[in-house]
């Protein structure tokens, strides 16, 4: 039982290129979260699955798509990186929303020069 | 939309002594608190939480008082260890269809042997 999986763990990227995150959880959850984290800015929410075969936007969804292969997998995906994507991301899930505990990936550490 | 403020940014205690770390929140219509730890490079770990319609809970060494009238909650740590030593996030779940978990910015704590 791996939990939430994410790979890659870093990646440096120039300005304009293009890269998929992906995560994959192995719980049988139904929910699962894109959350990027900056210094001194907390955890904030990109996109959301709440089940298969749906997504939605979160706080700050500008510049990111996302795709809900299954119900194990939840990728996330830059088109056009830019310099303020430089963050951490975690991905997450839930068996049915955020109000219940949030198992989280390892994160992956993304610079965009 | 929910807004969470988190204080202190920083604490730093001795090895024995208590801590505090205060939240408050904006949306009286929210419902679930929860507590997340994260220790240097690692991710984030559910440690405690509360739901509106309980005014504390308690877990060994951790405990977490709801003010709901205030709109403020807190996480107290008692007989610190230096394995205590991470930064603390509050987030707070209104519920009503959405999927946010709005966090606070974090508290580091620092444990000092």
């Known amino acids: 039982n791996a939990g939430v999986t994410q790979t890659p763990k870093f990646q440096v990227l120039k300005t304009g290129q293009s890269m998929t995150l992906q995560c994959a959880q192995d719980?049988?959850?139904?929910?699962m979260y894109w959350y990027r984290q900056d210094p001194g800015m907390g955890l904030r929410l990109i996109y959301y699955s709440a089940s298969e075969g749906t997504t939605d936007k979160g706080e700050v969804p500008n510049g990111y798509n996302v795709s809900r292969l299954n119900k194990r997998e939840f990728s996330l995906r830059l088109e056009s990186a830019a310099p303020s994507q430089t963050s951490v991301y975690f991905c997450?899930?839930?068996?049915?929303?955020?109000?219940?505990?949030?198992?989280f990936g390892s994160g992956t550490q993304l610079s965009v020069l | 939309g929910e807004n969470v403020e988190q204080h202190p940014s920083t604490l730093s205690v001795q090895e024995g002594d208590s801590a505090v770390i205060k939240c408050t929140y904006s949306?009286?219509?929210?419902?679930?608190f929860p507590w997340y730890k994260q220790e240097l490079g690692k991710r984030p770990q559910l440690i405690i939480d509360?739901?509106?319609?309980?005014g504390e809970k308690k877990d060994q060494r951790i405990a977490v008082t709801l003010n709901k009238t205030a709109k403020h909650f807190s996480l107290h740590i008692t007989e610190t260890q230096p394995e205590d030593s991470a930064v603390y996030f509050c987030?707070?779940?209104?519920?009503?269809?959405?999927?946010?978990?709005?966090f606070g910015k974090g508290t580091k704590l620092s444990v000092i042997p």
């Open positions: 987030a707070a779940y209104s519920g009503a269809g959405s999927y946010q978990l709005t």
């Open positions: 997450a899930s839930s068996w049915t929303g955020p109000n219940e505990k949030l198992f």
């Open positions: 949306d009286s219509a929210s419902n679930y």
């Open positions: 509360i739901r509106s319609n309980v």
């Open positions: 719980m049988n959850h139904n929910s």
